[in-house]
C-alpha cells in the first residue's frame, strides 16, 4: 500500500465511521425512542470534533499549519477519546463501577403546561442500557468500533512519511 493511499484510506475512515455512528445514534433517538443520557452525549461530543477534524483534512493544502495527517490524527484521537467513553459508560451500564453522573431527561417544550412536560418526559437512566447486540451495549459498541478503528487510522498514518501529506 503506497503512503498516499495510507493517507486517503485514514481520512475517508476519519470521517466514515463518526458519521455512521452519530447516524446510528440519532437513527436509534428518532426513529425508535431510544433517547440519550448525559453520558450517551459526552460520547457524541468527540465524534462532532472527528468529523470537523477529518473534514477540514480533506481542504488542507499541501503547505498548510496543520497538514492532512494531522488533522487526520486529531480526528483518529477524539474518534478513540469517544470510544474511551463508550467503554467507561459501559462499565456503569454493566455495574462495573459506578458513574459520575446522575440520570438525565430531555423535556420538549411543546408551548403547554410545563409540569405536563416535565412529568411526561422520558427517564433516560445512564446506568441502565436501553438495547443491546450480542449481549454489548451501544455504548459497548461504541468503544469496540471507536477504539478499534481510531487505531486503525493512526497505524495508516505511521506509513505516511515526510512533510508531504
Not at 438495547?131 to 454489548?136: E, P, T
Request: charged share 10%; aromatic share 12%.
Amino acid at each position: 500500500m503506497t503512503e498516499n493511499h495510507s493517507l486517503k484510506l485514514a481520512q475517508r475512515l476519519a470521517l466514515a465511521v463518526p458519521a455512521l455512528l452519530l447516524g446510528g445514534a440519532y437513527i436509534s433517538q428518532y426513529g425508535f425512542g431510544l433517547y440519550p443520557c448525559e453520558m450517551c452525549w459526552w460520547q457524541r461530543w468527540p465524534h462532532f470534533a472527528a468529523l470537523g477534524f477529518a473534514t477540514l483534512s480533506f481542504f488542507a493544502p499541501s503547505k498548510a499549519l496543520l497538514p492532512k495527517t494531522m488533522l487526520t490524527a486529531l480526528a483518529a484521537i477524539a474518534v478513540i477519546i469517544s470510544g474511551l467513553i463508550g467503554g467507561f459508560h459501559a462499565g456503569v451500564e454493566y455495574d462495573w463501577w459506578e458513574g459520575i453522573t446522575g440520570c438525565a431527561t430531555t423535556i420538549q417544550d411543546t408551548g403547554g403546561n410545563a409540569l405536563d412536560a416535565i412529568m411526561n418526559a422520558p427517564l433516560v437512566r445512564c446506568d441502565v442500557s436501553p438495547w443491546d447486540f450480542m449481549g454489548v451495549s451501544l455504548a459497548g459498541w461504541n468503544f469496540l468500533i471507536s477504539v478499534s478503528v481510531g487505531l486503525i487510522i493512526l497505524g495508516l498514518l505511521a506509513r505516511v512519511k515526510g512533510k508531504q501529506a
